[in-house]
């Protein structure tokens, strides 16, 4: 097939490699480069990088809105679009340009998570599953008729960063198979329905009057970006892993409990923390981090 493909971020980059490996990608629709690193210095999004290797058009529009954008989109003349967290909304001339419209690969058992950041939503919610679902674009947002989906467990140690690597090889393998097969779209149900909104700095805060296992959800959730923290002596610290324990402590939240970093929790539970960062410093271990920082039983964080 003719394919169209529009994506920015890491994710976006194993779908465009399945896709290239069997289809002719003829034009490839990303952000435009950004600021990036200590120097600032524009950078092209993993899409474009990945695109330009393979020496596929690409185009970065601000937006799509425009007439003029619309009409060099359709002359294209591509059989589908294929849309993996591009960052734009597609207007309704995008959305019917070709034949087989604009088809989303997104990443949760839609409906639940429709939105932004469904990968760490549905870790901070306490979700026992996620997966991908592939959809058929309509004006709404992720609300189009279901295609295929698979879905993958979450455990008590996953992060959003190994669910998001798990769910980006997901979406790839059911792109090719929805090209292919072309199934029968299903609706959405109307049931369950719920909002991955963006992660914001307030969502990242660590409240220690939350239980142990809320405030692990938040962690991992958030790990390796943009991370949980806490504010400790002025410094934000930044937790990418904490371990949930066998405990209970009379004590009040934010109670230091040890020189281990046993941390009392809402009704006395208790979480360790075991990887950490500080400001313009690497992430490190609990035991590192605590050979150049003290933080002392006694405190209440």
Known sequence: MKVVFMGTPDFSVGVLKALIKKHDVVCVY???PRPAGRGQKLTPSPVQQEAEKHGI???YPVSLKSETEQNLFKMLEADVAVVCAYGLILPQPILDAFPMGCINVHASLLPRWRGAAPIQRAIMAGDKQSGVTIMQMEAGLDTGDMLLSQATPITNETTAG???????EIGADLILKVLDKKPTPTPQPFDGVTYAHKITKEDCIIDWTKTADVISCQIRGLSPFPKAFF???GENIKVLNATVLDANADKPAGYVLNDDLSIVCGLGTVIRLEELQRPGKSVVPRADFLRG?????GEIL
Request: net charge positive; charged share 20%.
């Open 30 to 32: 990303t952000q435009p």
């Open 162 to 168: 190994q669910l998001h690597d798990r769910l980006a």
């Open 57 to 59: 058009l690409v185009r």
């Open 293 to 297: 920082y003290s933080i002392k039983a």
């Open 231 to 233: 504010n400790y002596n």
